[in-house]
């Protein structure tokens, strides 16, 4: 039994400050997953290569994420305790963000491709530093009460982030910017794009830098008092412990962990072939173009991006219900719902030839996105040890990074193999993956533990 000190309610301004640089961080992942694969494209990669170029995410995630994690869980400074690492992951990411669009100008030094692929796997790598602590942070500072508001506020604000970033190309072009390269220049990404990744850098590092100040973590003494733990001791065990203990830590998981992985494995592997595939499959599907410079190809990229905004509004929106949801009805009904609907999506992707019908399917994704960034991380909070928060949702990244590696690796054979190339096959999969994963939803225990109050 526990004698903690109850973590004290929070206003919902606090609540949204935790999470506002969560905005910025998705901004920027908005407009990489929409647009990168079209960069790289122009840079000169295949197709069917492409989701090789996006392992760089799951692998970066199951290496940082951990290490980061575990990090954050004992560091304490000025800035607080996870804030220094979402600070220093948003100022590379913001430096990647500027440079990948641009990368033919560096040609002298290595060829376009190559950098452009350097600076994906720098953006990843830095996105993998910020999420983490931020999901950390608000497990540490919301109470058992707020946790499910907690997360869907968090899920508000990135599906907010989501919605500008998708959409910016479209809006940038609709302005008058160029959504063509200049290929006689030797020009190989649109001003549209460029103009976009500048915006979405210094949109990522002012959001952070909004909740870094305007968040004051507990300090080491409140945090222990609030959680039961004597920090010291569970450092100089860690200082000690060294591998053995982070073996030990692994292995002693909560159950739950293990039964939210079939979630996320079709989760993840569902939004990874949308992520990658997307464009050239509404490319070849509704323009009916496989030309990655031409006019139609940049055309049906933007489209992707709205499409993409319209399912991070969906989501945006969903977020504010769940909270509603989840009390009328319970966590698991709206989880395993919001999967159903966004399988459906995506499999009717495939018999829509209208490019503005493709927006209905959207409203699904988003519901599914929406519970997926908030669902797995509440459950699992409540099973957590409070000491060891940041270690154990980095290791939970294994459940999001390794299905994305798997998708990676056998994407485009899947596509060749099965849908003869089109990679319209791809999201159609997805969506049956995702109505799987709803079903998996039922093996998870959403319980509190029985030691807390």
């Known amino acids: 039994m526990s004698n903690k000190t109850p973590k004290p309610d929070l206003s919902f301004w606090q609540i ?42 799951p692998i970066a995630g199951i290496i940082i994420q951990p290490i980061i994690g575990g990090a954050s869980d004992f560091t304490w400074n000025r800035l607080g305790r996870r804030i220094p690492y979402i600070v220093g992951g948003a100022i590379m990411a913001t430096l990647a963000m500027f440079l990948m669009p641009n990368s033919e100008v560096f040609v002298a030094f290595l060829p376009p491709m190559i950098f452009g692929a350097i600076m994906l796997l720098i953006m990843d790598a830095s996105f993998n530093i910020t999420f983490q602590p931020f999901r950390a942070l608000v497990g540490d500072m919301v109470n058992d009460k707020q946790r499910d508001l907690g997360y869907s506020v968090q899920s508000f604000l990135i599906n907010t982030g989501a919605v500008i970033g998708s959409a910016l190309p479209f809006i940038l072009t609709a302005w008058g910017v160029s959504n063509e390269p200049d290929t006689a220049a030797g020009q190989k990404v649109a001003d549209s794009t460029v103009w976009s ?88 599907h509704i323009w009916d173009t496989t030309d990655t410079t031409s006019k139609a190809y940049n055309e049906a990229g933007d489209w992707v991006g709205i499409m993409f905004a319209a399912y991070s509004l969906a989501a945006a929106l969903f977020s504010i219900a769940m909270p509603i949801l989840i009390k009328t009805l319970n966590r698991k009904a709206v989880y395993s719902g919001a999967l159903i609907c966004g399988g459906i999506g995506l499999v009717s992707i495939s018999y829509i030839q209208d490019q503005y019908m493709l927006l209905i399917p959207m409203i699904g994704v988003g519901m599914a996105w929406a519970a997926i960034l908030a669902m797995p991380f509440s459950i699992l909070a409540e ?71």
């Open 16 to 57: 949204w400050n935790l999470s506002f640089g969560f905005l910025g961080v998705q901004f920027g992942f908005a407009l990489q997953n929409g647009n990168v694969s079209r960069i790289l494209q122009a840079l000169g990669a295949d197709v069917h290569h492409l989701g090789y170029f996006w392992l760089a995410a």
């Open 197 to 284: 990744f500048y915006i979405g850098g210094a949109t990522l590092i002012l959001t952070v830098i909004w909740t870094a100040m305007r968040t004051k973590e507990y300090p080491p003494k409140e945090y222990a008092e609030y959680n039961n733990v004597d920090l010291e001791a569970k450092a100089q065990k860690e200082d000690k412990g060294g591998i053995r203990e982070f073996m030990d830590t692994l292995l002693g998981s909560p159950k739950v962990m293990i039964q939210l992985a079939a979630v996320q494995l079709c989760s993840w592997v569902a939004l990874y072939f949308m992520w990658v595939y997307s464009t050239p499959a509404i490319a070849q």
């Open 383 to 453: 099973n957590l040890p409070a000491e060891k928060m940041g270690l154990y949702m980095g290791i939970f990244n294994v459940t999001i990074a390794g299905p994305q590696i798997f998708a990676g690796l056998f994407g485009g054979s899947i596509a060749t193999s099965f849908f003869d190339g089109n990679t319209v096959g791809l999201l159609t999969f997805a969506g049956v993956l995702l109505i799987i994963g709803s079903f998996c939803v039922g093996l998870v225990s959403d319980k509190k533990p029985s030691t807390e109050e």
